[in-house]
């Protein structure tokens, strides 16, 4: 249980950033989804936390960002009326919205879509996002809400994790494995090594997906605003471990009672 405590501790604010970003779900009305992906992480003996990856701490968080984003959109769709946009957020429609562009300014883009505002996509990408104006330009007619948003919560929530889910499962077999992304984001790996790469992100939405995603994870994991202990131990009733059993009293004890 304290190796629990301590994963909330550390990446708990980043779950919660999350689900406020991409899901514009408020901290006090998130709790039941994190309760819900812990559920389904430590479900069945564990199962899905001991297939997802551990090889590096990013990649580890990348696994519970789509897990999180997932129960997410299950939770919008039924509470939340929202007028629907699925058209705006088809893949092919997304993939035209950013056709042409270079990586960096399709990043910019989708993390825009996400409903980032100008100073946390700054800090995120540690680049001002000024170099990207000529891409944000096509945020006209139905993606024209994201244009002056500086509130870090997307407008279109139920659309948009829909498509991230999408775009998730959009998976190939040239799709570029995490580790991978996480090296060339690290800055591991020669200009010749990850040209290919970047290239191939750049025209896969799956991998963009990815891309964007282990950046952010990487980022809100130092960055978010700390949980206190009562949230903390409200998120760990949702894990399943067996209690220890009750301490045997003493003779003495026995004797006082
Ligand atoms: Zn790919």
Redesign the pocket.
Known sequence: MEAWRALLDFYGPLFFRLLEIHGAIPIREASPIVRKMLAELTANGFERLRASSRQSEREFLGDLRALLLGVALDSVTSQKSEVQRTGAFETEKVARLLDGLPLLHKEMLFFRLAGYGENSLERVMRLSPRVAEKAFERLVEEYQAVRQNEQDRCPWPAAWLAFLKQARA???E???PAHGIVRIQDGQVSWYDKEPVEK??S??????E?WTGLREVGYWRRAADPLCASQIAQLLEAIPLEKPPAKKKSLFERLRS
Do not use: N
């Open positions: 959009l998976k190939t040239e799709c570029t191939h992100v025209g896969c939405l799956h991998c963009l990815a």
